[in-house]
């Protein structure tokens, strides 16, 4: 089967999706080797420590996030695209929220 070359746009996004991973990645990984000293939040109500508390939705979206990372290097063909979107859109619509509310309500850690 020959390999599809990616072009300058997918890998752009393909790279910027990697880049939002890591708000995932980080209490992935800490969650499991810190325990429970580590304590992570993505909201006032989505929130643990170590891997207690909302941590399967952490593991439930990281290997969402890979699996469209791992459709997309594999050259973008059809389950890729609406994935992309899903992941990409609540990002853009947590920011476009956070800039019109104020900035203060943007919890970035």
């Known amino acids: 089967m020959p390999?599809?070359?990616?072009?300058?746009l997918l890998r752009a996004l393909l790279i910027w999706t990697a880049v939002t991973m890591l708000a995932v990645w980080l209490p992935l990984v800490r969650g499991l080797m810190d325990g429970s000293s580590y304590q992570w939040a993505w909201s006032p109500y989505i929130s643990g420590s170590g891997i207690s508390g909302d941590y399967w939705l952490v593991v439930c979206v990281a290997v969402f996030g890979l699996a469209v990372l791992l459709t997309g290097w594999r050259g973008a063909r059809k389950p890729f695209h609406w994935p992309?979107?899903?992941?990409?859109f609540p990002l853009g619509d947590l920011t476009l929220w956070a800039g019109f509310a104020g900035c203060a309500s943007l919890l970035l850690g």
């Open 3 to 8: 390999q599809r070359k990616l072009d300058g």
């Open 84 to 88: 992309l979107l899903q992941w990409h």
